[in-house]
């Protein structure tokens, strides 16, 4: 097989030796385990992990979003259901809530995310925007603040020439 298409193949990744990564300065809670970005489409997939009481503040979504909860339970400030372990969300681009996580255990979720967040104060003004960059940029920082070598979760990264 050519080394070329290598690159093109399945991956596979253990998420066990990703590191949880604070997402601040917008929750001093939750955390963020990148799993992978496609710096094309700017699309990212992450693990969201918040303990009971937890939140990340206003946003709007630039794209859509999916969700699949893995444990636990949360729900937006501004609708009436609860997401509990199995359920699954769909946001459409341009949505905006605020996440809480619900009763007395860890959260989990899994998302894909499509495009930019940006942030809201309580006024609804812009106070900050997070794309795959920024968010790449924060899980290296964090690595290299921990003393941990990253693991390259971007998408078709180091593809050979020729």
Same mark, same amino acid.
């Given at each position: 097989m050519s080394s070329d298409l290598t690159a093109l193949e399945t991956r596979h990744l253990d998420t066990l030796a990703l590191? *949880?990564?604070p997402f601040l300065p917008y929750s001093e809670h939750v955390t963020i385990k990148l799993l992978r970005i496609d710096r094309a489409s700017g699309q990212i997939s992450v693990i969201l992990k918040g303990p009971p009481g937890a939140h990340i503040g206003l946003h709007k979504h630039y794209g859509s979003v999916t969700l699949y909860t893995?444990?636990?339970a949360w729900r937006y400030l501004e609708h009436d259901w609860v997401a509990r372990e199995g359920d699954f969300v769909f946001e459409t681009a341009s949505s905006s809530h605020t996440f809480v996580? *619900?009763?007395e255990e860890m959260v989990e979720v899994f998302a894909t995310v499509e495009?930019?967040?940006e942030f809201l104060d309580e006024d609804g003004n812009p106070i900050g925007i997070e794309?795959?960059?920024?968010?790449y940029q924060r899980y290296l920082d964090y690595c290299q603040e921990q003393g941990i070598d990253p693991i390259d979760?971007?998408?078709l990264s180091e593809m050979p020439v020729g």
């Open positions: 590191p *949880e990564v893995i444990k636990g996580t *619900e009763g495009g930019a967040l794309d795959w960059q920024s968010m979760v971007t998408e």
